[in-house]
C-alpha cells in the first residue's frame, strides 16, 4: 500500500456485504488501504455491519438527528467518503452536502434536484419523456380511476415513491383502483419482455462515462438475483439520454428498463446511488468503487472501465455468524 489510508462509511448498511468488500478490492488494486465504517438503525443485526471494520447505530433517515449523527460520527473519525445505500437518504443527504464537505468528508449523492425527480416515479417518467427517453404510459391511479378511457388492461400499479417491489401490484381494470391509498400511488403501462438494469458513472461535470448493462435473469426482493452484462448501443444511448435528463446527477447511478415486445425498451425507474446488482458490473470491469477511491486520493486520471460482456452473477444465501 502505498498511499494514505481512507475512511469510507457506508449508510443503512443492511446486508450490502458484497459493496463492502468490493471497496476494500478496490483500493488493493489502487495500493490504498480502506478503512470500512457502517452503520444501521439495528447493526446488530446487520451483516454489513460485522464485515466492516467498525459499525454503529443511528436513527431512522427520517429522523430529524438523522444527518446530525452522521456529521458527528465522521467529524470524530475522519470519514473520508459516504456512501448511501437507500433511497430514502438521498435528498437529506444531497442537503446536507456542503456540511459534509466542510469537515472533509465527501458524500457520494447526486444533487438534491435529480433526487427529487427520481424519487417520484410519476415525475421521473415525465422528465425523461420530454427529454426523448422512452418511458410506459403512467398516470396518477386517482386519474386513472376518473379517466380510463385508452389504457390498456392489465396494468401494475405501485407506489410513487416505492422500492424493493414494494407495494407493486397488476389491475385487471380500473374498478380495481382503491378509492384512497396510503400513500401517492400510479398505474403504469404492463410491459412485457427482458428487463435490464443498467449501472452507471457519470463524472462531475454530468458527462456519461461508462454504462454496464446487465439483463435480469431472476429478480429475489427487487434485486437481481442472476444476471449476465450485455452490450446494446441502443440501450446505451438511452443511457446518455437518461443522464442528460437529469439537472445535477453526478456519480453512480442505475435504472431499470424492460425491452417490452410490442414498444422496445422502456424505462421505468431510476435509482441515483450504488444499486444492488452493482457487484456484477464490478466483477464485469465496471471500475466505479476504484474511480470513487482514486478521487478522494487525488488523482486526476480517470479509471476506464473496459467492461466484459457475458459475465453472470448467480447469488446464492450466505450468513454471518455471531
Given at each position: 500500500?502505498?498511499?494514505?489510508?481512507?475512511?469510507?462509511?457506508?449508510?443503512?448498511?443492511?446486508?450490502?456485504?458484497e459493496?463492502?468488500?468490493?471497496?476494500?478490492?478496490?483500493?488493493?488494486?489502487?495500493?490504498?488501504?480502506?478503512?470500512?465504517?457502517?452503520?444501521?438503525?439495528?447493526?446488530?443485526?446487520?451483516?454489513?455491519?460485522?464485515?466492516?471494520?467498525?459499525?454503529?447505530?443511528?436513527?431512522?433517515?427520517?429522523?430529524?438527528?438523522?444527518?446530525?449523527?452522521?456529521?458527528?460520527?465522521?467529524?470524530?473519525?475522519?470519514?473520508?467518503?459516504?456512501?448511501?445505500?437507500?433511497?430514502?437518504?438521498?435528498?437529506?443527504?444531497?442537503?446536507?452536502?456542503?456540511?459534509?464537505?466542510?469537515?472533509?468528508?465527501?458524500?457520494?449523492?447526486?444533487?438534491?434536484?435529480?433526487?427529487?425527480?427520481?424519487?417520484?416515479?410519476?415525475?421521473?417518467?415525465?422528465?425523461?419523456?420530454?427529454?426523448?427517453?422512452?418511458?410506459?404510459?403512467?398516470?396518477?391511479?386517482?386519474?386513472?380511476?376518473?379517466?380510463?378511457?385508452?389504457w390498456?388492461?392489465?396494468?401494475?400499479?405501485?407506489?410513487?415513491?416505492?422500492?424493493?417491489?414494494?407495494?407493486?401490484?397488476?389491475?385487471?381494470?380500473?374498478?380495481?383502483?382503491?378509492?384512497?391509498?396510503?400513500?401517492?400511488?400510479?398505474?403504469?403501462?404492463?410491459?412485457?419482455?427482458?428487463?435490464?438494469?443498467?449501472?452507471?458513472?457519470?463524472d462531475?461535470?454530468?458527462?456519461?462515462?461508462?454504462?454496464?448493462?446487465?439483463?435480469?435473469?431472476?429478480?429475489?426482493?427487487?434485486?437481481?438475483?442472476?444476471?449476465?452484462?450485455?452490450?446494446?448501443?441502443?440501450?446505451?444511448?438511452?443511457?446518455?439520454?437518461?443522464?442528460?435528463a437529469?439537472?445535477?446527477?453526478?456519480?453512480?447511478?442505475?435504472?431499470?428498463?424492460?425491452?417490452?415486445?410490442?414498444?422496445g425498451?422502456?424505462?421505468?425507474e431510476?435509482?441515483?446511488?450504488?444499486?444492488?446488482?452493482?457487484?456484477?458490473?464490478?466483477?464485469?470491469?465496471?471500475r466505479?468503487?476504484?474511480?470513487?477511491?482514486a478521487?478522494?486520493a487525488?488523482?486526476?486520471?480517470?479509471?476506464?472501465?473496459?467492461?466484459?460482456?457475458?459475465?453472470?452473477?448467480?447469488?446464492?444465501?450466505?450468513?454471518?455468524?455471531?
Amino acid at each position: 500500500m502505498t498511499s494514505s489510508p481512507i475512511s469510507v462509511l457506508f449508510t443503512s448498511a443492511g446486508r450490502r456485504v458484497e459493496l463492502v468488500r468490493c471497496f476494500i478490492a478496490a483500493g488493493e488494486r489502487l495500493g490504498i488501504e480502506v478503512s470500512t465504517h457502517a452503520c444501521d438503525h439495528d447493526p446488530d443485526m446487520s451483516a454489513a455491519c460485522h464485515v466492516a471494520s467498525s459499525a454503529f447505530a443511528v436513527p431512522r433517515c427520517d429522523a430529524p438527528d438523522y444527518v446530525d449523527t452522521l456529521l458527528d460520527y465522521c467529524t470524530r473519525h475522519q470519514v473520508d467518503l459516504l456512501v448511501p445505500t437507500i433511497d430514502p437518504e438521498l435528498f437529506p443527504l444531497s442537503l446536507a452536502r456542503e456540511k459534509f464537505a466542510a469537515i472533509g468528508t465527501k458524500v457520494h449523492v447526486s444533487g438534491p434536484e435529480t433526487i427529487e425527480i427520481v424519487r417520484d416515479k410519476a415525475r421521473t417518467c415525465e422528465v425523461l419523456g420530454q427529454h426523448g427517453v422512452p418511458v410506459p404510459r403512467t398516470g396518477l391511479a386517482q386519474d386513472v380511476k376518473r379517466q380510463p378511457e385508452g389504457w390498456d388492461w392489465p396494468a401494475f400499479i405501485k407506489p410513487s415513491a416505492g422500492s424493493a417491489s414494494r407495494g407493486i401490484d397488476i389491475i385487471h381494470e380500473p374498478g380495481a383502483i382503491a378509492q384512497s391509498y396510503d400513500e401517492p400511488m400510479i398505474v403504469q403501462q404492463l410491459l412485457e419482455g427482458d428487463e435490464y438494469t443498467i449501472n452507471m458513472f457519470v463524472d462531475q461535470g454530468g458527462k456519461l462515462r461508462t454504462a454496464i448493462p446487465h439483463r435480469r435473469i431472476s429478480v429475489r426482493a427487487g434485486e437481481v438475483e442472476k444476471g449476465i452484462t450485455v452490450r446494446r448501443a441502443d440501450i446505451e444511448d438511452v443511457a446518455r439520454n437518461v443522464v442528460k435528463a437529469l439537472p445535477d446527477a453526478e456519480g453512480v447511478m442505475c435504472f431499470q428498463l424492460i425491452d417490452d415486445r410490442r414498444d422496445g425498451p422502456r424505462v421505468f425507474e431510476i435509482n441515483a446511488r450504488f444499486g444492488g446488482g452493482y457487484p456484477l458490473a464490478d466483477r464485469a470491469g465496471g471500475r466505479f468503487a476504484e474511480r470513487l477511491l482514486a478521487g478522494i486520493a487525488g488523482r486526476s486520471d480517470w479509471v476506464e472501465s473496459e467492461w466484459i460482456e457475458g459475465v453472470t452473477m448467480l447469488r446464492y444465501d450466505a450468513a454471518v455468524f455471531l
